[in-house]
C-alpha cells in the first residue's frame, strides 16, 4: 500500500458522476474522510454504500437499530433506506466508501455476509483491501477502458469479502452460517468496553453485532462458560472495584461511572458480586495499603 500524506480532520476524496459500466454491478462513487467531530450523514440515496472504518469510532441507525461502531468494522447503506450515521465527538472515525448498484448486488452482499439483518460486520485487514482503494484513487480519468478497469476493481473488492466471509464463517443451526463464536464474543467484548458507562443491556449488545439474544449468550456459554449477562454484570463491577480504589469518586459518581443510574441496584451487585458493601471494599483494600507500606 502506498504512502500518503496523512488527513487532517475534515479533508475527504471522492470520486462520482461513473458512467454505468453494466446492469448487473456497477461504481457510483468512492471516497475516503477524515471526519470531523459529530460528522453526521442522513440523507437516503439510491445505491448502496459500504463504509470500511480505517480508525476512530461513531455509529450507524438503521431499521430501528443503533450501532457502535469502529476501526476494524465496516456497515452497509441500503437504496432508500432512512439511515443516520455520525462520527463520535472524541474520537472521530476515519474511513472509505463505495457506492454501487446492479441486480446481482443483492446476491453478491449476501455471499460477504450481509443482509438487512446483518448491516454490520468486521472487515478484512485493511492491506487486503486498500489496495483496491488506492488504485481507484490512482484511476480518475474518464473513458470506456477506465471505466471498466474500475469495475474490474469493485468486482476485485467484492471477491475479497467473499472470501473473508468463507474463511471466518461456520455452519448453524438449519445450515445457515454466521461469525464464528470467537468472533461474536470478541465483538460483544469490544462493544461492552467502548458503551458499558452508558447503561447498555443485553439487547443493546446484540443489537450491535447483528446476531439474537439467545445465540448471543448461546456463544458467550460456549466460548467463556458464562452468560452474557453475567459477564456484563461482573465487567462493571471490576470497572467499579477499580474505581473504589484508585479514584476519591463517590460511590453514587461510581455507579454512574458503570452504567448503573440507580445506586441502591449497584451496591446490591456489588455486594453479590464480592460480598462487600462498595464502602466497605474501599475501606479494606486502603487498610490493606496502609499495612503494606508500614
Not at 5 to 16: H, N, R, S
Not at 115 to 141: G, I, V, W
Request: charged share 20%; net charge negative.
Amino acid at each position: 500500500m502506498q504512502e500518503e500524506t496523512p488527513m487532517q480532520a475534515g479533508e475527504f476524496i471522492c470520486m462520482q458522476d461513473f458512467s454505468e459500466t453494466s446492469m448487473e454491478i456497477t461504481l457510483v462513487h468512492a471516497g475516503r474522510e477524515y471526519c470531523k467531530p459529530y460528522h453526521a450523514v442522513s440523507a437516503a440515496r439510491d445505491e448502496y454504500i459500504l463504509h470500511f472504518i480505517l480508525s476512530g469510532e461513531g455509529f450507524y441507525s438503521a431499521n430501528g437499530n443503533t450501532y457502535y461502531l469502529g476501526s476494524g468494522q465496516m456497515f452497509l447503506v441500503y437504496p432508500n433506506e432512512p439511515i443516520v450515521y455520525c462520527a463520535d465527538v472524541n474520537n472521530p472515525w476515519t474511513y472509505v466508501w463505495i457506492g454501487f448498484k446492479g441486480i446481482r448486488s443483492d446476491t453478491i452482499l449476501k455471499n460477504c455476509g450481509f443482509s438487512k439483518n446483518h448491516l454490520t460486520l468486521p472487515a478484512p485487514a485493511p492491506d487486503e483491501y486498500m489496495s483496491c482503494f488506492d488504485d481507484l484513487f490512482a484511476h480518475r480519468d474518464t473513458g470506456f477502458a477506465d471505466d471498466l478497469y474500475r469495475e474490474s476493481i469493485l468486482l476485485k473488492l467484492f471477491a475479497i469479502l467473499a472470501n473473508h466471509h468463507a474463511t471466518h464463517t461456520q455452519k448453524g443451526e438449519h445450515g445457515q452460517t454466521g461469525y464464528s463464536d470467537n468472533t461474536y464474543v470478541n465483538l460483544a467484548i469490544d462493544y461492552i468496553n467502548k458503551m458499558y458507562m452508558q447503561g447498555i443491556g443485553v439487547s443493546d449488545i446484540a443489537n450491535s453485532i447483528g446476531i439474537t439474544r439467545s445465540h448471543l449468550n448461546h456463544v458467550f456459554q460456549q466460548e467463556l462458560n458464562i452468560s452474557i449477562q453475567n459477564f456484563l454484570i461482573d465487567f462493571r463491577m471490576h470497572k467499579s472495584a477499580n474505581l473504589l480504589v484508585s479514584t476519591t469518586m463517590s460511590i453514587k459518581e461510581i455507579s454512574n461511572q458503570v452504567g448503573y443510574n440507580d445506586q441502591l441496584v449497584f451496591s446490591k451487585a456489588f455486594k453479590k458480586k464480592f460480598g462487600v458493601s462498595p464502602k466497605s471494599y474501599r475501606a479494606s483494600q486502603n487498610i490493606d495499603e496502609i499495612r503494606n507500606k508500614s
